[in-house]
């Protein structure tokens, strides 16, 4: 009867472990979330205009940060206008490498002046983490602003 009763366990924790692991995957920003939530971000700023758009995107429980992303922006000299880690907000970040040495806040602002839009490749801490994970980042400014939108998804 002891041993049934452990099985039996055994197998409500397993069955447990893998639900959970399932509802963790769910989790993960994808691409098209990346694109869509910058977007609407930019739209934003055209609706009820940029400062109270920044501090809606700067909004750690807002629209702007879901699952394991969230948009942020720069200007177009890499400093920081939103972030929902307010300690980024008003520095430069223009000179920031990433675990392996890429300028990548440099890449986000050439491809702003130039493209308008694209994808960048980097590491970054997760939220909550320490250690750099690698990132894709989608990157598009805000028409007519000297405003760059930002969100991510970690590989």
């Known amino acids: 009867m002891k041993q049934v009763r452990s099985l039996l366990y055994v197998v409500i924790f397993l069955c447990i472990a893998s639900f959970s692991g399932a509802c963790m995957a ?8 990346c694109v869509v939530k910058v ?5 934003m700023v055209k609706e009820i205009g940029l400062d109270a758009a920044l501090a809606k995107i700067s909004d750690p429980k807002g629209p702007f940060q879901w699952k394991d ?3 942020f922006c720069y200007n177009l000299d890499g400093v920081v206008l939103a972030h929902p880690n307010t300690k980024f907000v008003g520095r430069s970040m223009i000179d920031l490498k990433d675990s392996n040495g890429k300028m990548f806040v440099a890449e986000f602002m050439s491809i702003a002046k130039t493209a308008g839009e694209g994808w960048v490749s980097n590491t970054w801490p997760k939220p909550g983490e320490k250690e750099p994970s690698p990132k894709n980042s989608f990157v598009y400014r805000v028409p007519g602003e000297n405003l760059v939108a ?4 970690y590989e």
């Not at 977007?39 to 739209?43: G, P």
């Not at 930002?150 to 998804?153: D, I, L, N, P, R």
């Open 26 to 33: 769910q989790e993960k920003a994808t691409k098209d979330e």
């Open 39 to 43: 977007k609407e971000a930019a739209a």
């Open 69 to 71: 992303s969230y948009v």
């Open 150 to 153: 930002v969100a991510g998804v």
